[in-house]
């Protein structure tokens, strides 16, 4: 039930807003099939299986706005649900910044959905995970992981014409190995939409060499060190580039993006020339829809080019109100690579850190961007581009665009997952200098 | 971090994107959310049909959640409604033991057919993952309470407060901060009621009605000149109580240092926008902070924040035990340290209890989403690490014989598993204000409100921020500071952090 194809969805979107007596109305769809399994000390500790549709009906009166919802899909339920957003509509307060619902729209077909992967059964998911298990074991380790799969529509229609739909799967997959004793722990996580790609017992090995790598780590003085950043390292301090790219906030002078004076630093080169990065949902490596929750079409955006700011997201309000393209905030980033792996930009390093993780991630003062959080799962100390031997973990305090200053080197690009946000990008590992280590942490 | 606007925003509408939260369900009008779904009579039927067929089907335990989540969020910014919204999430969660493993599976289709069906998928479940299981899962006793009800001791249920009063109250709230120079206020009012429905195998039955409140503001300072910036939040705090919280009665009130004023079982948020508006102006012409070694006075506002971080989540067994090691991380207090009954984790004067029956606050209900009645324990008792927070299938891991009764599920369609209690730092044999505190200070900073925060995966390296910072010269307070955060004195530790900062402690 939850999963609808595009005629049924069609259907059900034009029979809701037949019932419609308001100025405007819009419909949004939605329904997830997902499954998953936590397993930790070597063995399955939770699982379970979710499925759940919603319709949303928004009216609108003028610029009276309402909304109402439910999950129930009869008649009667459908006529409810609208007469309840008209009803809300007529009692809300007037919006100054409401603006009327999009036309017609064109939006390319998108690749998010495989359908191996929304064949998934619960035997594929325990067998992923036995293998996973099976790798800790053999090497006397203890693995905790997290498998998690998601097959989804969504459809939006509305009174002027719109209509869209879209399907989508992904799986995200991540383990952590410690060693038997605690002394040592390596992380690996993949995310994919096609599950076919999921080899949980190579990301296992390879969690399972840096747990056992890391064993006996040293302490050495914080201070500011040349790193490497491996991508799961670069993606969650990216993304707080990428969360924040919206023009408003820069228009009222509460962004890194905030001109001192008023303005923003749109069209300003803020960061080194080399670093490219924007946003494509046809990309094949990582799919994501081609229109967003408000109709928008979802098109191929570039959002630092050269070390330029070259765009920045809007509301429709909002760019309506500057007299510019209401160009949607991106669902997925990329930033462009270079040719070296990883194994190349450790041989080329005199004196490093890798970094192969970062963990707790927060804002320290979000005027210039600087972040703290910490070195997990793995930090090696790099010596005449050989790995010497591993390093306690540090906390760092940091900002992306100072890092992004300081940029040595790109690596390959790769799809990796952020620990934090479960968000998905394709980025190259980074050798950057002067990374700011603050302090040592005992943490294994 | 998780749930910024970055989220994949496909399938909502302009409108449904006002919503701050959209992951909390569906969208209802008021008078429907004030009508009762269904009674204890009904919602009884309608577990007795999982239970019976999670029984034929061979688990051995199992146990329902019907749940339904009611939350209004009331939205405002400067001088007008960003958005009112009434959701709703209506649905069960089934979690069962079957071949000695946890099996669980949710719905929102609760109908005799949609339960029978989650509850198959469930017990399906528990038996395709028996082959990982080492040890079977082993409960631990617990009465069976048969039909039992509790509900929060509310005054006044804030989801029958019309909008308009709220909404008028966030405007005037607002209005304040704007005539005292905000740049930009954002404020608004997050109600929560959650109606949960648990039945077991063993015989119990139990309703719950649940109310939560938090009312707060942002209120922000730019400076466009130097492109600057400073965000005040609000000193309310989240709360189990209704709208009587905004009282703001004046015995609730408490001057403090550096002319601020706190709040105690009932807030006036006009009041504390005015407040705030004043001193974010102070924040941005505050001096920079010395980099360097200081004492600290740390409100209970801020406190709170440092105690859930570096005492909740270390006491809480599953992290200790290696069950969260792929994400939260596990603990420095390992099994050893417990075992040794004199691992010092404080000064002597540090006692923490851990409570989930204190009255007003977020954690009370009556028993926790397995059915196990709330309590109170210690978890450091004059400074030695006593014990942690475990649940049912925990316990005798402890050779303990009872819950804590510390199991939670956000969502009925999450799955339920050891969640922090209420977790409070006791006060000293002779309290001290905090001005006596301060008085005893050469060299400190005095920090109020919760702020930035981070800490490592085994909860020994921390970093906390705040919002706002005085510095203590000689005793007394001698300004306001900014861009201050700070991290343990030692680097292994926590532990030595508490043992340094704990040499007072206020009533």
Not at chain 1, 323 to 335: C, F, N, S, W
Request: proline share 4%.
């Amino acid at each position: 039930m939850p999963i609808m194809s595009k005629d049924e969805a069609q259907a059900l979107l034009k029979k809701v807003l037949s019932y419609s007596k308001a100025d405007e109305c819009e419909v949004n769809l939605s329904g997830t099939d997902s499954g998953n399994i936590r397993y930790a000390r070597n063995s399955v500790s939770t699982s379970g299986r979710v499925s759940q549709h919603q319709l949303v009906v928004s009216s609108a009166f003028g610029k009276k706005l309402g909304i109402a919802t439910i999950n129930e899909f009869d008649d009667a339920s459908l006529k409810k649900v609208v007469e309840r957003a008209e009803e809300l509509a007529r009692l809300a307060p007037e919006n100054p910044e409401y603006v009327p619902f999009l036309g017609p729209q064109t939006y390319a077909e998108s690749k998010t959905y495989i359908a191996a992967t929304a064949a998934i059964t619960p035997k594929l998911r325990s067998d992923l995970v036995e293998q996973s298990i099976k790798v800790a074991k053999e090497a006397g380790a203890v693995a905790a992981g997290f498998l998690e799969d998601n097959t989804g529509f969504v459809a939006m229609m509305n009174s002027k014409g719109l209509f869209a739909y879209n399907t989508s799967t992904n799986t995200n997959f991540s383990v952590t190995v410690r060693t038997a004793d605690g002394t040592g722990s390596g992380y690996a996580t993949r995310g994919y939409n096609d599950i076919t790609k999921l080899d949980t017992k190579t990301a296992t090995q390879i969690a399972t060499q840096k747990a056992v790598k890391s064993v006996k780590a040293r302490a050495i003085e914080p201070g500011k060190y040349t790193v490497i950043l491996e991508p799961a390292a670069v993606a969650v301090l990216l993304e707080n580039i990428f969360f924040r790219l919206d023009a408003r906030q820069a228009d009222e002078g509460r962004s890194f993006l905030s001109k001192a004076g008023g303005g923003t630093r749109l069209g300003e080169k803020l960061v080194d020339e080399r670093v490219n990065i924007y946003s494509d949902p046809l990309n094949p490596d990582l799919p994501t829809s081609t229109w967003n929750g408000d109709g928008r079409p979802q098109e191929k955006v570039s959002w630092i080019e050269k070390g330029v700011i070259k765009n920045l997201s809007y509301e429709r309000y909002w760019a309506e109100k500057k007299g510019v393209k209401a160009v949607p905030g991106p669902d997925a980033a990329i930033m462009e690579g270079g040719t070296k792996s990883l194994e190349e930009l450790i041989a080329g390093t005199k004196k490093g850190v890798l970094v192969t993780r970062l963990w707790y991630i927060r804002d320290v003062d979000p005027q210039s961007l600087l972040l703290t959080g910490l070195t997990r799962d793995g930090t090696f100390y790099i010596e005449n581009g050989r790995i010497q031997y591993p390093i306690k973990n540090f906390r760092f305090n940091e900002s992306p665009i100072i890092m992004l200053n300081n940029l040595e080197e790109l690596g390959k690009v790769e799809r990796t997952v952020s620990v934090e946000s479960n968000q998905n990008y394709l980025l190259p590992p980074l050798k950057v200098r002067d990374f700011t280590f603050s302090s040592l942490s005992d943490a294994v | 971090m998780k749930r910024r606007n970055f989220i994949q925003m496909a399938g909502l509408s302009a409108g449904a994107m006002m919503l701050p939260f959209t992951g909390f369900g569906r969208e209802v009008d008021l008078a429907e959310l004030l009508t009762p779904l269904m009674d204890a009579k009904q919602k009884k039927q309608l577990a007795d049909i999982a239970l019976n067929t999670t029984r034929s089907l061979g688990a051995t335990y199992t146990d329902v959640r019907i749940g339904r989540y009611l939350n209004q969020f009331v939205t405002t910014r400067e001088k007008r409604v960003q958005g009112v919204s009434n959701t709703e999430s209506f649905g069960i969660g089934i979690r069962v033991i079957a071949n000695g493993t946890w099996g669980f599976a949710a719905t929102n289709q609760v109908t005799a057919d949609g339960i029978k069906k989650a509850a198959e998928k469930a017990v399906a479940i528990a038996k395709a993952n028996s082959k990982f299981q080492k040890e079977p899962v082993k409960l631990a006793a617990n009465p069976s309470y048969g039909e039992v009800s509790w509900k929060t001791p509310i005054v006044k249920n804030a989801f029958e407060v019309p909008v308009k009063e709220k909404v008028d109250l966030l405007l005037a709230a607002n209005a304040k901060a704007l005539e005292k120079g905000a740049s930009f206020v954002n404020s608004q009012m997050f109600l929560i009621n959650e109606q949960k429905y648990f039945a077991s195998s063993e015989g119990s039955y139990i309703d719950q009605d649940v109310y939560r409140f938090q009312p707060g503001f942002t209120v922000s300072m730019v400076d466009r000149q130097s492109g600057s910036f400073k965000t005040r939040s609000a000193f309310s705090a989240p709360v189990g109580m209704g709208y009587e919280y905004l009282d703001g009665k004046p015995e609730d009130k408490i001057s403090g240092p550096g002319g601020i004023i706190l709040y105690n079982k009932s807030y006036d948020i006009i009041e504390d926008a005015t407040m705030a508006a004043e001193q974010a102006k102070e924040m941005i012409a505050a001096k920079s902070v010395e980099p360097g070694k200081y004492d600290l006075v740390l409100e209970p506002s801020h406190m709170w924040l440092t105690i859930h971080e570096s005492v909740g989540h270390p006491t809480e067994l599953d992290r200790v035990l290696g069950y969260e090691a792929n994400y939260a991380g596990t603990s420095f207090l390992t099994f050893d340290k417990w075992q040794s009954k004199k691992f010092k984790f404080g000064s002597d004067i540090v006692n923490f209890v851990a409570d989930k029956t204190q009255v007003g606050s977020l954690g009370a209900v009556g028993y926790d989403d397995e059915g196990v009645k709330c309590k109170k324990w210690d978890l450091i008792k004059d400074g030695i690490l006593v014990n942690y927070q475990a649940i049912r299938d925990q316990v005798s891991l402890l050779g303990q014989k009872e819950s804590h009764g510390c199991c939670y599920s956000q969502s009925w369609s999450d799955v339920q598993f050891q969640r922090m209690p209420n977790v409070s730092l006791q006060p000293g044999k002779s309290p001290l204000t905090p001005e006596q505190m301060i008085s005893g200070v050469e060299k400190g900073i005095y920090i109020v409100k919760d702020g930035s925060f981070s800490i490592d995966q085994q909860r020994y390296n921390f970093q906390f921020g705040g919002v706002l910072f005085f510095e203590i010269k000689n005793g007394k307070i001698a300004g306001m500071l900014k861009d201050v955060a700070y991290q343990p004195t030692h680097r292994n530790s926590g532990i030595l952090a508490w043992r340094f900062a704990m040499n007072a402690i206020t009533g």
